[in-house]
């Protein structure tokens, strides 16, 4: 359990880390397929599959009473849900103005006709919707195609946003990013004590009742 909890904890904090630090050295707003972070959420989620299991190792198929079960199938339930919602690309150190602005020049680059509307794209030849959604002050947000399952579309999109933050040197909201950084931190810092600890919390949670001889 050390070692799983050590990689655990270290895994998280390269995630945070490479997405804090990128945007903050390459002095530029990043947009990343939403599909990373669930792959975050399944890392986080796999902790309770763990706990799940070793609780079975301890009490057994049969002995294990029905609210044991619920706990894997409501996370599963959960995972099923943010693979639904999480289509797109996140963003991340982005400005309200200049995602705009970087958003109609990939569209008009791409020859792609559109309509704005209050909170989304209307594109009008492939006769689906650009949905965006922004925390403005965090600098973060999301951008999916609404009933389309055209990737290569976005990702067209997508790029030529990517080239117009290149090309005109966008400066980079830094608030989740420091955050992401600090997470970083703090997640190394938990891998390094689980590495030298010498037990782990579900050790010492569900660890089997020692037997006393009479």
Same mark, same amino acid.
């Given at each position: ?12 904090a ?41 609780i ?6 049969s ?20 693979? /639904?919602?999480?289509?797109? #690309?996140?963003?991340? %150190? +982005? ?9 109609? *020049? @990939? ?67 830094? /608030?989740?990013?420091?955050? #992401?950084?600090?997470? %970083? +931190? ?9 590495? *030298? @600890? ?17």
């Amino acid at each position: 359990m050390k070692i799983y909890f050590t990689f655990l904890f270290f895994s998280m904090a390269v995630f945070f880390l490479c997405i804090g630090l990128k945007v903050i050295l390459q002095k530029r707003p990043l947009l990343l397929p939403s599909r990373y972070f669930f792959c975050f959420i399944i890392l986080v989620f796999s902790a309770r599959f763990v706990y799940f299991v070793k609780i079975l190792s301890n009490l057994g198929l049969s002995g294990a009473p029905p609210l044991v079960w619920i706990n894997p199938i409501m996370l599963i339930c959960l995972l099923i849900f943010f693979w /639904i919602q999480m289509k797109g #690309y996140i963003l991340i %150190g +982005i400005h309200d103005d200049s995602f705009r602005n970087a958003l109609i *020049f @990939s569209l008009n680059k791409n020859n792609i006709t559109f309509e704005e509307r209050l909170s989304k794209i209307v594109l009008t030849e492939e006769k689906t919707e650009l949905q965006i959604s922004m925390q403005t002050w965090m600098g973060s947000g999301q951008i999916k195609l609404k009933k389309s399952k055209n990737s290569h579309l976005l990702k067209t999109i997508v790029d030529g946003i990517n080239e117009y933050y290149i090309s005109n040197q966008i400066k980079p909201n830094n /608030i989740t990013s420091i955050f #992401y950084v600090i997470m %970083g +931190i703090l997640m190394l810092a938990c891998a390094i004590s689980f590495l *030298f @600890s010498t037990q782990t919390p579900a050790d010492r949670k569900y660890q089997k009742p020692k037997v006393l001889l009479q």
